[in-house]
């Protein structure tokens, strides 16, 4: 398989710490399926990715990695209640129309979620909006023009919603903008973190309608 060994960035390598061997993993928004690529061939695990870019779906299909091309927010009720482990979803929420839609299915159709994001409530988007531009940074490096992020959270916000699902938050990573870990618990993680990673699982309760 060309690429199963390929060195993962450090986020997706804690992704894959917290992924058991041999689970399911459905990863949305794979890319060119590095991720699923490592989890296959060093952990045996078993997966599917979804990428609605068509070059990368290329990519990952040359890796050896099972990948469907289809639309986040309207197809992911064709998979079934508990079809997989574990549902990633890495660095994607941002570029979705319909997050609390995207994380309601994932519930449904995995146990275990892990969900990685760029904050943007981090000190310097604030003093950039500050003084009259709009954010960028290493999470968020597009100009306002060609962005493909359309859905920008704070920390706080996502960790509102994560409650309105009834998910519970069993670990939070999070990171300074240069990419290095963090050890700041609370909400002072809401200022100083540029980006995190959650580690979820869906309780039983019913989600309050949005």
């Known amino acids: 398989m060309s690429g199963a060994t390929e060195a993962l960035r450090p986020d997706l390598a804690l992704v894959a710490s917290e992924i058991p061997a041999r689970a399911r993993v459905l990863d949305i928004g794979c890319g060119?399926?590095?991720?699923?690529?490592?989890?296959?061939?060093?952990?045996?695990?078993?997966?599917?990715?979804?990428?609605?870019?068509?070059?990368?779906?290329?990519?990952?299909?040359?890796?050896?990695?099972?990948?469907?091309?289809?639309?986040?927010?309207?197809?992911?009720?064709?998979?079934?209640?508990?079809?997989?482990?574990?549902?990633?979803?890495?660095?994607?929420?941002?570029?979705?129309?319909?997050?609390?839609h995207v994380l309601e299915q994932m519930g449904r159709i995995a146990g275990h979620l892990i969900v990685s994001v760029p904050n943007f409530g981090w000190w310097g988007h604030r003093l950039r909006l500050l003084a009259g531009s709009m954010p960028k940074s290493r999470e968020l490096p597009f100009e306002w023009y060609d962005t493909p992020n359309i859905r920008h959270t704070t920390l706080r916000d996502l960790e509102t919603l994560f409650d309105r699902l009834n998910f519970r938050i069993e670990r939070r990573y999070t990171y300074t903008a240069s990419g290095r870990r963090l050890r700041q618990l609370g909400r002072g993680a809401n200022l100083l973190a540029g980006a995190a990673i959650y580690v979820l699982r869906p309780t039983s309760g019913t989600p309050t309608p949005g």
């Open 32 to 100: 060119s399926g590095t991720l699923l690529a490592h989890l296959m061939a060093e952990q045996h695990c078993t997966g599917t990715g979804i990428e609605i870019d068509h070059e990368k779906v290329v990519r990952a299909i040359r890796r050896g990695v099972p990948v469907i091309e289809l639309d986040l927010d309207e197809q992911l009720t064709d998979f079934g209640d508990g079809s997989y482990d574990v549902c990633v979803l890495s660095r994607t929420i941002q570029t979705i129309q319909r997050p609390a």
